[in-house]
T-cell receptor, first 114, second 114 residues
Framework: ETGVTQTPRHLVMGMTNKKSLKCEQH?????MYWYKQSAKKPLELMFV???????ENNSVPSRFSPECPNSSHLFLHLHTLQPEDSALYLC?????????????FGNGTRLTVT | QKEVEQNSGPLSVPEGAIASLNCTYS??????FFWYRQYSGKSPELIMF????GDKEDGRFTAQLNKASQYVSLLIRDSQPSDSATYLC??????????????FGSGTRLQVQP
């Protein structure tokens, strides 16, 4: 596998469910990210990990919980979500966590909260 | 003031024309600038990046940067219908923690008319 892979591609969950999004990068990058893309809104940075250490939490509600067990894997654990959390969740990786190098995005997970 | 601003469009150009996409940013300390293309339902893909003032050309694409004016643009020559997409400008903006991360504009939708 090459690039950045995300699973699942689509997810429908109820407000009381617990689910996790998974991301894996095969590029040897040092930084991994979660972005949220809602309809008619710009991409919003959620979390940044640099070498497995969380270096940025962009005021994200605690119902979103990231986990980075190693530099190649990133998870986003979801619980008690709200309908307004329905969006496209994009994982990305880059060589430089400071925004000095390009982001490589996965295909995204389309999340619907019912 | 938004951190990264783009005209949402749509920008409509005839096939073969030059499309000009513009972006302004608020952080004078930003050093890295990226253009991404996003087709409907897909994740963003990198087109170009630029770090220094002036022009940078890659095939039909030219990125232009003016740090004094806090302005970056993308020119697409000989526009093709396949160029119809949303173009996202991304800039490494200082976050709440003081660290920098890529912040995206809301995107400009380009329509190339055959």
């Amino acid at each position: 596998e090459t690039g950045v892979t995300q699973t699942p591609r689509h997810l429908v969950m109820g407000m009381t469910n617990k689910k996790s999004l998974k991301c894996e990068q095969h590029l040897g990058h040092n930084a991994m990210y979660w972005y949220k893309q809602s309809a008619k809104k710009p991409l919003e940075l959620m979390f940044v990990y640099s070498l497995e250490e969380r270096v940025e939490n962009n005021s994200v509600p605690s119902r979103f919980s990231p986990e980075c067990p190693n530099s190649s894997h990133l998870f986003l654990h979801l619980h008690t979500l709200q309908p307004e959390d329905s969006a496209l969740y994009l994982c990305a990786s880059s060589q430089d966590p400071g925004g000095g190098s390009p982001l490589h995005f996965g295909n995204g997970t389309r999340l619907t909260v019912t | 003031q938004k951190e990264v601003e783009q005209n949402s469009g749509p920008l409509s150009v005839p096939e073969g024309a030059i499309a000009s996409l513009n972006c302004t940013y608020s952080d004078r300390g930003s050093q890295s600038f990226f253009w991404y293309r996003q087709y409907s339902g897909k994740s963003p893909e990198l087109i170009m990046f630029i770090y220094s003032n002036g022009d940078k050309e890659d095939g039909r694409f030219t990125a232009q940067l003016n740090k004094a004016s806090q302005y970056v643009s993308l020119l697409i020559r000989d526009s093709q219908p396949s160029d119809s997409a949303t173009y996202l400008c991304a800039v490494n903006i200082a976050q709440r923690t003081g660290r920098r991360a890529l912040t995206f504009g809301s995107g400009t939708r380009l329509q190339v008319q055959p």
